[in-house]
């Protein structure tokens, strides 16, 4: 056995690609739950296309997943990647632009045939023709030692294929040093009943591992440390089984019952998967027969005394958007999630975007107030939904909780929360007949009273006409109709009262805010970090609250001579800090259904910068 | 069901020995439809039979989507929910699965419930939740003034049809028994006995209860059902549906319907060469004849049938959720959230 050094490194980012049904994601997941558990600080990009099994070895049928992890703070999945494992020449050509220069590339050559290189595009073979000299090239016939490990077992080819990806996961595993623990339990778990499968996948990842660590092939095994984290017991989380665990912690402590009224779409129905388990806490999941009925199920649920929520993506929220107008009007709690992805149409199902922020504050007819949170990482998404719902318990309002599908599937490491020391909520029932009017108001909160079906003596009736102030009877009248549009934008704006001050991240005066919101928060952090290292006066604001805002917003913003607000979009939020505080902020947009690289915001921040000097 | 809910379901309402009348069942609300509109007598039966039913008023909503027909809330001492358009059944069921032990009804028209709110429709009906649907057919949108519904009949000239209608007109009773409704009636806004008698057999029925009721429109649509409900030509142009009794209709009971083949045809019971045994003999748990019997509303020659053209048992949606909740929770215990926070892989940083 060769000799083999050991190097320590702060981070790395691996980037595993290959066909949609090469298992690409199932592989990286599988290495981030290790790395999680050796307690890197890490985050994740899953990268896969619309379609499920795209014709094998096309550019357009590749499915990605990068992982960047290490022993420092981690705030994105990585600008570039510094290895990149690809199953098949389209893999390849597809990713390299996102390696590093000495990168290192290790390849399939199986996937390397003539018609693989013929649909990838490539008039040689780049592992052969001496085109990747600039990077450490490991090519290995992945397939063929697959066949060779489980030889005897007479398997289908179809059945060695397949298990192709747990021999990637195993070098990478001897690579960067790290136990195949966890993933021998999943796969015992997983193929529990189909014992051929489990046997083959478990061989696979052994001789992935001993492969590299009896052939010459590598020289160096890496070691990255565990990451100086907050004390506490962590586990990795993606944004969407975050938030449907803030959701079912939030309806424990109201005590109600949570029910989600679905109707599948990307990147959103993870979150419906996820709520669908957990009957034992009393959770009712509905799947509807399209999202106008998942969202009047769930206010319908709401008018009976539940937590009402709605889960979806953007074109699902063009299609509630009557019923949350009538939402605004019974002024019911009820929460919206919007798992935001490329627009508009279908757009670009399976990548993220932050595009869907207008639509939340003004796509309805006639004056329609919501609030709207949105979360800033995967982690974020449990307090997000949290919030979301206590919130829209306590002012009985629809409200929508922003998440984007690099957040919903991108995953980090969570510091566990204590459930006890969450805030209480505690939504009350209104019973006393004495005095009972169905909109008359809360004094602090303005919210009106919930009375639910089965209260005796409170009969009453509501709906999507206008109200008479405090009687709730239907009204036409000029001067209450201007009076309720008034109280229900009021009502919205005192959320205000109780949401904590936004509070900027670096100087609270300088040169330049960069000011962001949503699943931006890493990219934008990375950014500033490396400015504020080399001592330029940069700030980071980033808005939880995007209606209402915190009071202190116009003042933090009017501390800077510059703003920039980078942004998945045209330019959203900016607008709306231009029109709401008079502020010539500048936008950096980005619309590729990808995450910003922080270079590029970086860059932007040096450009201002500049011209300042 | 929640502790919060539980709470409330435990007061207990002021005590009463007087069994409630139908006027404990009217609202405070003026009711605003036309003079001499058929809304009016289903309003009427409706109030009239609640009182049978011996369910409170407050455990009692009525929701409904939009159009004249839709406003009938208002007018129900109950709880109710005037929504949006087309989209009652789909808050009703929301409603339903978060609270098993509500009464539950929907009203609504030919326009909301079969045309914009036919896909909630047809799905509540193949769920089969504990819903009463009163469909108000006038086969014309009151409320917008007039224009042609998914009802209305072909040809049928109207403000956006002034050259006659080409659309094809639904069945609302074949509609709902291929969606694999479990109940399935049809009933007139003029004959108030039949439709209080039908009203409680839908409240009574578990499942999802499809109540058509022919209304008049006397503004936009007048006279549409009169052959089936005035004096000198319903004896002759309307079949009851009787369970286990055979199709006879006539002024003195002297026709009946036979079946040819699986098709129904009218034959004379004077002329001695059909006699009552030789009718079709009515049997709402039979789903085959359910269809052949609804298939014979627009076919000429043949009476309109009204009555229940279907009652069978199938397990309730609501209950179905309500099992599988139990199951786990027996199975694994009630939820603890401390427990899944720290569930599955875990590390700790000292
Ligand atoms: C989204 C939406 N589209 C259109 C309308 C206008 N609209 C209100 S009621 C109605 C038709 C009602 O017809 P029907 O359900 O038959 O009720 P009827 O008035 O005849 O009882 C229409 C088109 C609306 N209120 N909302
Ligand atoms: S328009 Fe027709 S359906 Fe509407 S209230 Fe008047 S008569 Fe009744
Ligand atoms: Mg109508």
Known sequence: MAEKTI?????????????????????????????????????????????????????????????????????????????????NAAALKVNLGSLIDGGTIIANSDGFNDKNLKLAGYASNPLTDGSLQKYHLHSVDITKLTGLAIQDMNLSSKLVDRSKNFFALGMMYWMYNRPMESTIDWIEKKFGNKPEIKEANLRVLKAGWNFSETT???????????????????????????????????????????????YPITPASDILHELSVYKHFGVKTFQA????????????ASFGGALGVTTTSGPGVALKTEAIGLAVMVELPLIIVNVQRGGPSTGLPT??????????????????????????????????????????????????????????????????????????????????????????????????????????????????????????????????????????????????????????????????????????????????????????????????????????????????????????????????????YLVPAVGLNKIQGL??????????????????? | MSVLVDEVMKLSPPPSDQKASSKDFQSDQDVRWCPGCGDYSILAQTQRVMPDLGIPRHRMVFVSGIGCSSRFPYYMNTYGFHSIHGRATAIASGLKMARPELSMWVVTGDGDGLSIGGNHMIHL????????????????????????SPTSEKGKITKSTPFGSIDYPFNPAALALGSSATFVARTLDRDPKHMQAIIKRAAEHKGTSFVEVYQNCNVFNDGAFFQFTEKDTKDDTVVYLEHGKP??????????????????????????????????VHNEKDTTLSFILADMTYKSGLPRPIGIFLAIDRPVYEQEMVRQIVFAQEKRGDGDMVKLLNSGDTWTVQ
């Open chain 1, 216 to 262: 010459e092939i590598f020289a160096v095994r890496y070691e990255v440390g565990p990451a100086k984290l907050a004390p506490g017991k962590y586990r990795n989380i993606t944004g969407n089984q975050a938030l449907a665990w803030g959701l079912i912690a939030a309806a424990k402590k109201a005590k109600l019952d949570l029910f989600l009224g679905s």
């Open chain 1, 351 to 580: 990548k993220t975007e932050q595009a869907d922020l207008l639509q939340s504050l003004y796509g309805r007819n006639g004056e329609a107030p919501v609030p709207i949170i949105a979360a800033a990482t995967p982690a974020d998404c449990f307090e997000t939904a949290f919030e979301a719902s206590r919130i829209a318990l306590k002012y009985m309002t629809p409200i929508f909780c922003l998440s984007d599908g690099y957040l919903g599937n991108g995953s980090e490491p969570w510091l566990i929360p204590d459930y006890n020391a969450l805030p209480e909520i505690a939504p009350k029932f209104r019973t006393e007949k004495e005095g009972f009017f169905p909109y008359s108001r809360d004094e602090h909160t303005l919210s009106r009273p919930w009375a639910i079906p089965g209260t005796p003596g409170l009969e009453h009736r509501i709906g999507g006409l206008e109200k008479q102030h405090i009687t709730g009877n239907v009204n036409y009248e000029p001067l209450n109709h201007e009076f309720m549009i008034k109280m229900r934008a009021e009502k919205v704006e005192r959320i205000a009262n109780e949401i904590p001050l936004a509070k900027v991240e670096g100087d609270s005066q300088g040169d330049l805010l960069v000011v962001g919101w949503g699943g931006t928060y890493g990219s934008i952090k990375s950014a500033v970090a490396h400015h504020r290292q080399k001592g330029n006066s940069v700030s980071h604001l980033h808005l939880r609250w995007l209606n209402p805002m915190p009071k202190n917003v116009g003042e933090i913003l009017y501390k800077f001579k510059h703003i920039l607000v980078p942004e998945l979009n045209l330019g959203q939020l900016v607008k709306v800090l231009r029109a709401k």
């Open chain 1, 595 to 613: 995450p910003f690289k922080s270079i590029e915001i970086e860059k932007k921040i040096e450009e201002i910068l500049r011209g300042t000097k």
């Open chain 1, 7 to 87: 190097q320590n490194l702060e981070e790395v980012t691996i980037r595993f690609a290959g066909d949609s049904g090469d298992g690409m994601q199932l592989t990286g997941t599988q290495f981030t739950n290790t790395t999680a558990i050796l307690g890197n600080d890490l985050s994740t990009l899953p990268d896969y296309p619309a379609e499920i099994r795209a014709p094998a070895g096309t550019l357009f049928g590749v499915s990605g997943f990068q992982i960047h992890f290490g022993s420092t703070e981690i705030n994105t999945p990585g600008d570039q990647c510094d290895v990149l494992v690809a199953m």
């Open chain 1, 289 to 300: 027969e399209d999202e106008i009925a998942g969202v009047t199920s769930a206010l319908g």
């Open chain 2, 247 to 280: 199709l006879t209709f006539g002024k003195e009971k002297d026709k009946g319907i036979r079946l040819n083949g699986f098709s129904p045809e009218v034959v004379s019971l004077k002329d001695g060469k059909w006699s009552v045994n030789d009718l079709l």
């Open chain 2, 125 to 148: 009906l193949r769920r089969n939740l504990d819903i009463n649907v009163l469909l108000f057919n006038n086969q014309i949108y009151g409320l917008t003034k007039g224009q042609y």
